[in-house]
């Protein structure tokens, strides 16, 4: 008969007993339905939103080019939609693509906020979080993990049954990771087929065409989770062998699970909005406004900027008036608005993101006292639906926003004329083929590079629990005792 | 093979010394029965528990053929066999998966012919073999351990008040396996309460008292009533 490793042994050991314990079955099925669950959700939302999203994208470009023939600003204020797809991963982990919206009205001097969010829409029941796959292998597999493992080597120093183990000739160290490596194969027991499943869901909601980028970040995402169940694995035996007693084990366990999943969470979300304050929607506008005011009123004839600028335009081509610029003066002014609104919001932006990243920065390091944090992180990056993305979809349509506007403030210059039409004149309008000008909205989606580079913090913190876990192995294989 | 040489333990809870074992020297051989007697606390399990290296001495050694435990935890392991008090299997596996099981982990690798040789030999009925050991009695369950014990070849037994809680009919079972086992040439060293069991198939008996080994004797030279006499008169 072949020769077996001792942890090998034990492994095999705790495989076969939880699968002789009907407990262990049904509850292994419970998680199984939820799971079924959570991924036929996600699918379900993301075929849905998707659709929905495409649908209305087309619907947005299709109105803009059967506008008639109009004038270049009115265009600019009929403005665009801006409809962020539904990154393919989030039907695996939707993150906060429900709470941050979808779409973007985009329009000529006006930024404005992101619309149409999933919570705007649902009863307050949303705010307990939505049951995504993610949340599953976050919260649930882990409590499951942890049912099972609790009783591993406590329940067997109760019953004494841990000394005829010792007494065979195994160390500590065999024993603790013969256990985890049972626990670890349990876990994949589910885990595997919960995987296939998502990944088979995942390509047909693409109609099995997907990027090579798309199969690195759910290739990360399954090792991540793998590696972050596996440590929820060793952690439980490692508990269970400090512990006196199963029960003991038990609500040390569920203590740690309350501890990581909501009470670190939320402490350290308003630990880090109270270290890095930020304004208010309201305070962040007016702050702009008060910016735009000081540099150019647009609208002011007599604003001291658009006066200056006037008056040089008025030298340069030697005439006394706007009207007898060979170019639309109105077009030139708001080109000009456009570039100083859009420099300043820009600003005022990028100092409030600034304040944002250090809130991030201080909850992704708090993965360093919560593996949880290490793992929603990095799964809300791989899936795309993370803060950051957010934020990239935004300078996206912004910038879009800005080309629209500029693009026609540039017909109205070269192609409106500087005098005003009278009563009898032609309407100041130029052709509807000029609408083909502004090209389509289309979002392209950060590389799974950057979204890395990003989570470096997360995946640190990863390697740290990773160690610190072998280095407790380590070091209570020569301190635990069986009495 | 089994030796005690200055052997002493104490306990410091909240920083105060609690002696429970105190300078134990003692000796056994292959082929003895070796019985410790004395009431709770007097220092029986602690000993055994030395011995198999889940305590470490305060100072003093516990040697196993010839090893020093603390210094040669696996190796000495490896040739012993410990039996508790109540011999506590997983209960979801049968006799025989339990078995294959522990002597693997030792390093043995038996066919299951052979495991059930081994459950026969100890005593465990066939038809018992590929039950769930969670239906068994206590008595089949110490059946097990002894089959455990057999399959590993173990040199040195020891075992804490294993006839505790059986009939006497399995008492008297477990006492001819012992006595096999011992004429085999292992050394047993089995903590007990029960003098009349401890004299019957020990061949020497210590008594301890509040971690000392206060009285030893040979079997041969006294009765089970003398033994009570002086078991009473030290304790």
Known sequence: ?483 | MLQAIELTKQYTPNRQTIPALNALNLRVQPGDIYCLLGQNGAGKTTTINLFLGFLEPTSGQALVGGMNVTDHLSETRRLLAYLPETVMLYPNLTGLENLRFFSSLAGFHYSTDELAGFLTTAGLQASAHTSRVGKYSKGMRQKVGIAIALAKRARVLLLDEPTSGLDPKAANEFSDILRRLSADGAAILMATHDIFRAREVGTHIGIMRAGRLVETLTTPDLTAQELEAIYLQTV
Not at chain 1, 16 to 41: I, M, P, S
Not at chain 1, 280 to 286: E, G, H, I, R
Not at chain 1, 355 to 380: C, E, G, V, W
């Open chain 1, 1 to 483: 008969m072949k020769a077996l490793r001792p942890e090998r042994l034990i492994a095999q050991q705790v495989w076969h007993t939880a699968l002789l314990n009907r407990a262990v079955v049904y509850l292994g099925l419970f998680v199984g339905l939820v799971v079924v669950y959570a991924v036929y959700t996600g699918w379900a939302t993301f075929r849905k939103q998707n659709g929905l999203r495409t649908t209305y994208q087309q619907q947005a470009r299709h109105d803009w080019l059967n506008n008639p023939d109009k004038h270049p600003h009115r265009m600019a204020h009929y403005g665009h939609f801006a409809f962020r797809p539904k990154p393919p991963l989030s039907m695996f982990d939707s993150g906060m693509e429900s709470f941050l919206g979808s779409t973007l009205f985009l329009e000529a001097h006006k930024q404005n906020a992101v619309n149409f969010s999933e919570a705007g829409f649902s009863t307050g029941m949303l705010r307990f979080g939505e049951i995504s796959l993610a949340l599953v292998l976050q919260l649930l597999l882990p409590l499951l993990i942890f049912f099972l493992g609790f009783g591993s080597i406590a329940s067997e120093r109760e019953t004494g049954t841990l000394k005829i183990v010792l007494s065979q000739g195994i160390s500590w160290r065999q024993l603790i990771v013969g256990k985890s490596l049972g626990l670890i194969r349990l876990m994949l027991t589910l885990f595997i087929p919960i995987m296939l499943v998502a990944a088979v869901l995942w390509l047909t909601g693409q109609a099995g065409v997907v990027s090579a980028d798309q199969v690195v970040r759910f290739g990360l995402l399954a090792l991540a989770y793998g590696l972050y169940l596996s440590m929820c694995c060793v952690g439980a035996v490692l508990v269970s062998a400090v512990s006196a007693s199963a029960n003991v084990a038990l609500v040390r366990l569920i203590g740690l699970w309350l501890m990581f999943t909501i009470v670190l969470p939320r402490a350290s979300q308003a630990l880090g909005s109270a270290l890095f304050a930020a304004p208010s929607k309201v305070a962040f506008f007016d702050r702009i406004q008060d910016d735009v005011l000081k540099q150019g009123d647009s609208h002011n004839p007599n604003d001291p900027h658009y006066r200056a600028l006037k008056d040089s335009l008025l030298a340069v081509y030697r005439i006394d008036s706007v009207e007898q610029l060979p170019f639309n003066y109105s077009g030139f002014i708001m080109a000009e608005g456009e570039k100083i609104s859009a420099t300043l919001y820009n600003r005022h932006y990028d100092e409030l993101l600034a304040i944002y990243d250090r809130q991030n920065q201080f909850s992704r390091a708090m993965a360093f006292l919560n593996p949880f944090m290490a793992i929603k992180n990095l799964s809300m990056a791989l899936s795309g639906t993370d803060y950051a993305s957010f934020v990239d979809f935004g300078r996206q349509a912004e910038q879009y926003r800005y080309d629209l506007a500029q693009t026609m403030n540039e017909l109205q210059i070269r192609s409106i004329s500087n005098r005003k039409p009278g009563p009898a004149d032609k309407p100041a309008v130029i052709d509807r083929k000029h609408w083909e000008d502004v090209p389509e909205f289309r979002y392209t989606a950060l590389d799974v590079g950057p979204v890395l580079a990003c989570q470096t913090i997360s995946l640190l913190a990863f390697l740290f629990w990773g160690l610190a876990l072998v280095y407790l192995i380590r070091k209570l294989s020569k301190t635990l005792r069986a009495v």
